[in-house]
């Protein structure tokens, strides 16, 4: 029974590690969908959101065109999903 008990423990917090990320990740991400809605057409990026390629397509064109600058709202968003994230939110 033990055992039994144990097995179940690990399973369950096992599946809640891959639920997905909580609500403050999920509320930064759309922040970030919302902050960054100009700065992702003008990177060609209009139809990613996070966590399907946003920031990657958008830091990849940065890297390709230097001139292009985040919006200060787009900026703060990621900043925030930054910070949550190394707080362990």
């Not at 966590?51 to 919006?71: D, E, H, N, V």
């Amino acid at each position: 029974m033990k055992k039994l008990f144990t097995f179940v423990s690990l399973l369950i917090i096992s599946m809640a590690a891959f639920a997905g990320p909580d609500a403050t990740m999920q509320a930064d991400n759309q922040a970030i969908n919302t902050a960054c809605t100009a700065d992702a057409q003008t990177a060609g990026c209009g139809g990613e959101v996070v966590g399907k390629g946003l920031l990657k397509c958008l830091f990849k064109y940065k890297k390709a065109t230097p001139s292009f600058k985040f919006s200060d709202a787009c900026k703060a968003a990621m900043k925030q999903r930054h910070s949550d994230k190394e707080a362990g939110k």
